[in-house]
Every structure is written in structure tokens, then in C-alpha cells.
Antibody
Framework: EVQLLESGGGLVQPGGSLRLSCAAS????????LSWVRQAPGKGLEWVSL????????YYADSVKGRFTVSRDNSKNTLWLQMNSLRAEDTAIYYC????????????WGQGTLVIVSS | QSALTQPPSVSGSPGQSVTISCTGT?????????VSWYQQPPGAAPKLMIY???NRPSGVPDRFSGSKSGDTASLTISGLQAEDEADYYC??????????FGGGTKLTVL
């Protein structure tokens, strides 16, 4: 059974940093691209980043480019999102999602971890 | 401002059919042949319902179907059930290896 378990969310001040983790199991981790997708309270889904199975090709939404870094360790079946220079508008539930039939659709999602950026 | 436009809400009675549209409003909205649809019940994570316009993942009821005409993709749910009440999102890849989501549509089963 595929499982994705996010952790690391919490309350952080504007300008601060946070590192999210996504522990994966139930599939060949290195063979699948993974993404982070976020959802602000009461709002819609917003794609954040994508990393290939090898970890060599990361992509970012313009809204987080230069502030967020996605990485993965295929030996630990873990995905990370390092978030720096956080802003109030980064407040959201952050989901990790596994690639489905192609890199642009997601067949499994975690339950999400909540990040609140506030002073 | 999303480049994929969905109606904010739709509704239908049990047993009826409803259709949710997803229209591209930007030249960078990507290929409409790669539209996916997700269902998100309140308080839950999204679930993939349709990929590449009209393909259903294993386990998704055949009451859910997808189609496309020009720049508009559509999700049709036939034989509405109370459990179908949720938010629905379309998505599409862009030419710069990012993904766009539509603004979401709230489906109410009357």
C-alpha cells in the first residue's frame, strides 16, 4: 500500500525557515517524480514544486522560486521541502504527491502538514 | 489568477448528472490533452479521478467521465450520489514543467 506521510509543519514568524519532510513507502521511491502542492485555508490547490526520481531536475512555481528548495534521498525514501524567507501568503496545508501516469498528474497524496506564517 | 477557469459551484439532485467545465485562459495553460481532475471531500486530501482528459484510474467509478472540446475540458458525474459532494479541481501541465490548477468547483448534492 502506497503511503505518504508529511511532517515538519508548524508556526513560524515571517522571514523564518521551515523544513518539511515526506516519508514514503509502498512503491519504488527512486522511480517516481514527486511534487509538493499547497492549499491556503479555504482556498484552492496551488502547485509548488516537482523533483524527478533521480533528484536532478527540480522545478518551482514562480511564487516560491528562490526561496524554496526541494530535495530527496532515495536511500531513505524521503522527500523534503526547505522553505526560507517565509511570508504570510505561504500559510497553507502542504501535501506531497506521487507521480501518476505522467509527471503532471498525481495518483497518491499524503494527508498534508499545516504551515502557519505569523508573528 | 488561475489560467484554468472553473465555475465556483454546481449542484444536482441524487441520480442526476452534472458537468464541471475547465477552460484555459492563457496560452501557457499547456496542453488540454493532459487535463486531470481531482476530487477533494471536506477535510481530506485530493484524489485523482481522471487523467489525460478521459482516463479513469483503477477504482474510480465509471459514473465519472472526462472529455474535451477545444480549450474546454469537462468532468461529468452521472447518477449523482451524496458521497460525490466535494470540491473538484482540474489541472494541466505547462510548457515550463509546472502544473496549473483550476480554481476549484464546489459540488453540492441537493
Amino acid at each position: 500500500e502506497v503511503q505518504l506521510l508529511e511532517s515538519g509543519g508548524g508556526l513560524v514568524q515571517p522571514g523564518g525557515s521551515l523544513r518539511l519532510s515526506c516519508a514514503a513507502s509502498g512503491f519504488t521511491f527512486s522511480g517516481h517524480a514527486l511534487s509538493w502542492v499547497r492549499q491556503a485555508p479555504g482556498k484552492g490547490l496551488e502547485w509548488v514544486s516537482l523533483i524527478s526520481g533521480s533528484g536532478n531536475n527540480p522545478y518551482y512555481a514562480d511564487s516560491v522560486k528562490g526561496r524554496f528548495t526541494v530535495s530527496r534521498d532515495n536511500s531513505k525514501n524521503t522527500l523534503w521541502l526547505q522553505m526560507n524567507s517565509l511570508r504570510a501568503e505561504d500559510t497553507a496545508i502542504y501535501y506531497c504527491a506521487k507521480r501518476g501516469s505522467a509527471w503532471y498528474n498525481y495518483d497518491y497524496w499524503g494527508q498534508g502538514t499545516l504551515v502557519i506564517v505569523s508573528s | 489568477q488561475s489560467a484554468l477557469t472553473q465555475p465556483p459551484s454546481v449542484s444536482g439532485s441524487p441520480g442526476q448528472s452534472v458537468t464541471i467545465s475547465c477552460t484555459g485562459t492563457s496560452s501557457d495553460a499547456g496542453s488540454y490533452d493532459r487535463v486531470s481532475w481531482y476530487q477533494q471531500p471536506p477535510g481530506a486530501a485530493p484524489k485523482l479521478m481522471i487523467y489525460d482528459v478521459s482516463n479513469r484510474p483503477s477504482g474510480v467509478p465509471d459514473r465519472f467521465s472526462g472529455s474535451k472540446s477545444g480549450d474546454t475540458a469537462s468532468l461529468t458525474i452521472s447518477g449523482l450520489q451524496a458521497e460525490d459532494e466535494a470540491d473538484y479541481y482540474c489541472s494541466s501541465p505547462t510548457s515550463t514543467n509546472t502544473v496549473l490548477f483550476g480554481g476549484g468547483t464546489k459540488l453540492t448534492v441537493l
